[in-house]
Each structure stands twice: as C-alpha cells, then as structure tokens.
C-alpha cells in the first residue's frame, strides 16, 4: 500500500499565549488516502476549519507534524512552499471569493497565472476546465452576472483547472438552495469517482457528509469518531 | 506569476475603481505640472544665457587688468597718480578702486605667462555721432568686437576682422533714424563716424555698414560694434597728437587661452597664475556664472514647491493603496491560499502605485509642456518682446525624464507601505475577512 497523500501524527494547535490561550486542536491522528472522500464535521469550533487550515499548509501547527506524500511539509519554505500549495490543492469556499468585475474565465484560470503558465496554455486549459463544468458559454461574462449554482460551479472549475491531488471544499453548498446544492455535490462526488481527486469536504450538514465514503467527527479539538461508509 | 502578468494584473487593478483612481492622478498631476513649468523655466532662461554668452564675449578669452593697487572710499579725494586708472566697476559698493595701467612692458610679461596664447589691449574709442544717410547726426556707443565673438544678428554679417576695410554692425533701433528703410535696406550703406582728436580737432571716418544686431540681455545700451581695422582707424585718430603715442597706455587687454584642449580647472590654475604676475582677469564663464548661480537658486525655491505638492500627492497614493489593500483582503487571501507568494502580492501593489504615478506624470508633463511653450510664445511677443530670441520656458529631455523618473519615485515610496502591508497579509485572517 502506498504512503496516504496526507497523514497528521498529534496534530496541536494554539491561539494565543499564557492564560488567553486557547487550544483549537488537542492531539489529531489521521491518515488521508489518495482518491478517498471525506468528510470533516463539527460544530464550529469544533477545530474542523482549524484542521483543514493546517492540512492545507496555510498554517504552520503548533506541535506535531503533517505528512505530504509521505514528506514532512514542517520542512517546506517560502517558494517551495508556495508551489506545493499551488499544484497540490484546490479550493472551494462557500463564499465563492470570485472577483466580481473579472470575467468567469478571468477567475478560473487565477491558479494558473500564479503557476507562471504562458497565456495561451491558460486559456486552453480554462476552457476545458469550463467545458467541464458546463459553463464555456458563460466564460466571457462578469462573474458578478452568474447565479448562485454558476459561481459555484466557477470556483470549482478554478479548483480544477490545475489538476490538483486535493480538493478542500468548506462548506461548499451552504450558500444554495438544495436543488443547487445537490447538483453541486453531484459535480464534487463526480470528480472525486472519476478523476480520483482526494476530496476533503469541511461541513456541519450530515447529509452532506453522509454521501463521504468517510466521515470524521471533531468535538472541541479532538477526534470523537471515524466511520468509514461500506462502499 | 509571470512578470508580465504581475503588469497587466497590477494595470488593470489601477483602473478597478476609477473615480478613485482618476482623482489621485489629479493629484499627481498638479505636482508633475508645477514641476515640468518650473523647470522649463531654469532651462529657458540659462539656454538664454548661454546664448546671449556669445555677444558678450568669446569663450577662450579673458580680460585682464593689472591687479587692483588700492580700494578707496568712492568720495573721498584720491591723490592723482598719472600711471594709474581709476575705475569703480570692481569693488563693493560705495568704493572705487584704481590700478596701473598697461603699459608695453606690462603686456610682454603678460605674454610671458604659460598658457596665454595671444595678447590684445583693449582699445576703446570714442565718437561723438554717427551719420547716416538722413541729416541728423546721432549719439553712439562703441561696443567691443573680439575675434570668436558674436553678435545676435537680424541681417546682414558679422563684421569681418581680417579685412582692412572699415566696416560696422549696427544696432536694430538705429536703422530707421539714420535713414534706412530697413533692416536688409541698411546692409552695404555707409555711414560717418564724427570724433576728435587729442588737439580737439574734428574727423570724421566712413564705415560700411554689414550686419543688423540685436540688442542682447547683458550690455543692453545700443552700440556700434566696428571690425578691428575701423577700431584702429579710430582709435589711432583719437589719439592723434596725444603725449603718449610713442609709449600708450590700456586700462585693460584681452588674454587668449586654448579653450579647446583646457579644462575648467586647468582655465583656473591660468588666473592663478595671472593673479601671481600681478594680474586680475575675468573670464565669460565668470561673469556669466554669476547670472546662473542667481536664476538656478531662483529656480531651486520654486522646484521645492513642486515637490511639496508632490509629496502632498504621494500621501494620496497612500490612502488610495490602503483602501484598495483593505477591499481586496480576501482576494489577496485567495492567491496567497492558491500558491502567490508575498514578494509578488508586493509588487503587484507597488506597481500599481508606479502606474498611478507615471499616468499622473505622463499627463503633467504632456498637458505643461503644451501651456509652457505657448506660454512662452505669448509673453515672449507681448512682454519680453524686447528680449529678442528669449524662451521664457523650454525644454530638454533629461530634465524632463528626471521630472517623470523623481515622480514615479516617489509614488513607488508611497506604494511601499500598503503594498507591504498586503505582502504580510495572513491568507487565512483574510479569507475570513468580511
């Protein structure tokens, strides 16, 4: 079996300092397999954001370490840093953050201009991401014109486009109604089935999580259950 | 991110919120405007000065007394010396100073000093009238013609000092008085030059006129400037009968030196060593350098005030910059998230700042070049139409790119301290950020 693309041993994390301190995660173990879906759930809190921060190396753990592919990432720096974040992960926040007065195709390829990709290798790799997603027709039009399901579906179309290992989705159909919102989901599940992108899925919507081929529980910085889902 | 990506990203971020944007390239504007008036104005009038520096006197010479003996109260009673002149043209105010003359003795030391190619005594004459081709006689001045110098000429040439014929130009004001239709008209006409002689007998000597000039910025009494051989001719006839023929005497003579191949320091070691045989000498430079040290101060004052308004600018720049950082946090957040690193969020903001700079200096200098030279136009045929050949306001591209560099400059300075704070910016504080 191969090393799991992201395993954390005794994962601590603390805000703060003397008596204002406070301890987001408590001691988190856990083992990330390539291609599986899972889901992170707690109530706010919970530490569950705190735990996707730390496994999407936007933040450094106070104790403890995070494995990348079997490599210890306390070790990446500055640039390599930067190109680890850059080719490995996607994003997909309930917020959308698109840039409103941008174009749809402005807003996908934003990975890619930040990876140094030449113009024209953009573009084509933005509009088969589009394709994708089913909104190439909408790629010239401002991304403040797109309903709720359309920017949604753009910002996964921009967590795509670089071919990442990892999606993190926070809470990605908390601002739809539940018709979008299960296309949405469609779209996710689908990507993960048929492209084998590990999907991290941060919520507190058990229906949401229940569709995860695992669900992992966080009460007050600590794992309270792990289940995987007989597939 | 590419470099040109950080450019374009950066060009169209500048425009993403116009209104803003255009009201802070006012700003700069204002500043670049002020900056490119002012210095047209120290580059007009030093190109005038160097210009006019021509009429006054060439470039590889300079004129040389004997050193001065005494400074005296102007009021009070010298005893008279007849070897000595008595001038107040140097010396403080309300003080005269006299020095020897030159006599023949006096100039052959002069020859001897190394780096003096040439030695002319100064003959001045003097005339009572001159007469054209009308019946009034007129008063006139003798002006000095050295060889390399140049008279600002309306028509006509220079009066040629390698010929024996009597020849003169004359000053523009005195072409319709002394009877010519012209200009052009007066060209190859002659006119009669009244003087006495030391007997107080009455001569009179006939010129050709060649040459129309100008009335330059310094020496601005109209006056006739003779070739040397009508020079001579009129200063041997005024001389005539006078006691000292046989031995003259020159307030001053003009030193020749090797302009070309001499440097300035080189130029000052010479009237050091004039100054050690007793002599005092002035060059054009000096007498010029005067007039420039004066405007460029002048000049100076008024730059500071530009630059004032500029950095008043600048802290526009600022406030433009943190309101933009503050708006897009969580757009900064998301590259951050997606890989960018910090030193390019830097840039991306400080290069905004450079584009806001260099649109706001573009327009400045354009927009204040166009109103100062039709500025200069206008006054120079209104209120300094007796300044011939005076552009009050003119250009020259090094102090124009130093005026769009020093602007540019400063709204990258300005840009510094947003564009830092947006390069430190936490991704996860910002993507929380509402």
Not at chain 1, 64 to 91: E, P, V
Not at chain 1, 198 to 215: F, G, N, P, Y
Not at chain 2, 67 to 79: F, G, I, R, T, W
Request: glycine share 8%; hydrophobic share 45%.
């Amino acid at each position: 079996m191969s090393a799991p693309i992201l395993s954390v041993t005794d994962l601590r994390k603390a805000y703060g300092r003397g008596d204002a301190a406070f301890e987001a995660l408590k001691g988190v173990s856990l083992d990330i397999a390539e291609g599986e879906s899972i889901a992170i759930v707690g109530k706010s809190g919970s530490g569950k954001s705190t735990l996707m921060h730390l496994l999407a190396l936007l933040d450094k753990p106070t104790s403890g370490r995070i494995d990348l592919s079997g490599a210890d990432t306390s070790k990446l720096r500055g640039s390599a840093l930067n190109r680890t974040r850059n080719a490995t992960f996607g994003f997909v926040f309930q917020q959308f953050f698109l840039n409103a007065n941008a174009s749809v195709l402005e807003n996908v390829i934003l990975p890619l201009k930040i990876a140094g990709i030449s113009r024209r290798e953009r573009k084509r790799r933005g509009m088969d991401a589009l394709a994708q997603l089913e909104l190439d027709d909408k790629a010239r039009n401002k991304a403040a014109n797109l309903s709720g399901g359309q920017k949604q579906r753009a910002v996964i179309a921009r967590a795509l486009v670089n071919n990442p290992r990892v999606i993190f989705a926070d809470e990605p159909t908390g601002n739809l109604d539940t018709a979008t919102g299960a296309v949405v989901e469609d779209i996710l599940f689908g990507l993960n089935r048929e492209l084998g992108i590990t999907l991290i899925v941060v919520t507190h919507d058990e229906d949401l999580a229940a569709k995860c081929s695992r669900q992992v529980v966080l009460r007050d910085g600590v794992i309270i259950s792990d289940e995987r889902r007989a597939a | 991110m590419r470099t040109s990506d950080v450019l374009s990203s950066a060009a169209s971020n500048a425009f993403r919120s116009k209104t803003r944007t255009a009201l802070t390239v006012v700003a700069i504007f204002i500043g670049a405007f002020t900056l490119t008036i002012t210095n047209g104005l120290g580059t007009g009038i030093n190109l005038y000065i160097s210009d006019t520096l021509a009429s006054i006197g060439a470039k590889d010479v300079m004129t040389v007394t004997n050193a001065p003996a005494k400074v005296v109260d102007a009021n009070a009673p010298v005893a008279y010396d007849p070897t000595q002149v008595r001038t107040s043209a140097a010396g403080p105010p309300g003080t005269t100073t006299t020095f020897a003359a030159l006599t023949g003795t006096r100039l052959d030391e002069l020859r001897q000093v190394p780096g003096v190619q040439r030695v002319e005594p100064n003959k001045n004459p003097s005339v009572n009238f001159v007469q054209g081709s009308s019946a009034t006689p007129y008063r006139v001045a003798i002006g000095n013609l050295i060889s390399g110098m140049r008279l600002t000429l309306t028509a006509g040439a220079q009066p040629n000092n390698d010929t024996a014929a009597y020849e003169v130009a004359i000053p523009t004001s005195f072409v319709t008085s002394l009877g010519f239709a012209s200009d052009a008209a007066a060209i190859g006409q002659q006119v009669t030059f009244g003087l006495n002689d030391a007997n107080r007998v009455a001569h009179t000597i006939t010129a050709t006129v060649v040459g129309v000039a100008d009335a330059g910025l310094i020496g601005t009494v109209p006056s006739a400037t003779p070739n040397s051989a009508l020079r001579d001719a009129l200063y041997s006839t005024q001389n005539t009968g006078l006691a000292t023929t046989a031995n003259p005497t020159y307030t001053s003579a003009t030193v020749w030196f090797d302009a070309a191949t001499m440097s300035d320091a080189q130029v000052k070691d010479l009237q050091a060593r004039l100054k050690v045989a007793g002599f005092a000498s002035s060059t054009v430079a000096d007498q010029i350098g005067t007039f420039k040290t004066i405007i460029d101060a002048i000049v100076l004052v008024l730059n500071a005030f530009a630059i004032i308004a500029l950095i008043a600018a600048g802290f526009g720049i600022i406030n433009t910059l943190f309101m933009s950082v503050q708006e897009r946090t969580r757009e900064i957040g998301l590259m951050k998230a997606m890989g960018m690193s910090s030193n390019r969020i830097f840039q991306l903001f400080s290069l905004e700042a450079v584009i806001i700079g260099l649109l706001g200096s573009g327009i400045g200098v354009g927009i204040g070049m166009a109103v100062g030279t039709v500025l200069s136009n206008v006054l120079g045929k209104t209120l300094f139409s007796t300044l011939v050949g005076l552009k009050l306001i003119a250009f020259d591209a090094a102090s124009i790119a130093g005026v769009v560099l020093l602007v540019v400059a400063i709204a990258f300075l300005a840009g510094t301290l947003p564009a830092i704070r947006a390069a430190r910016k936490d991704p996860i504080e910002s993507l929380r950020y509402e």
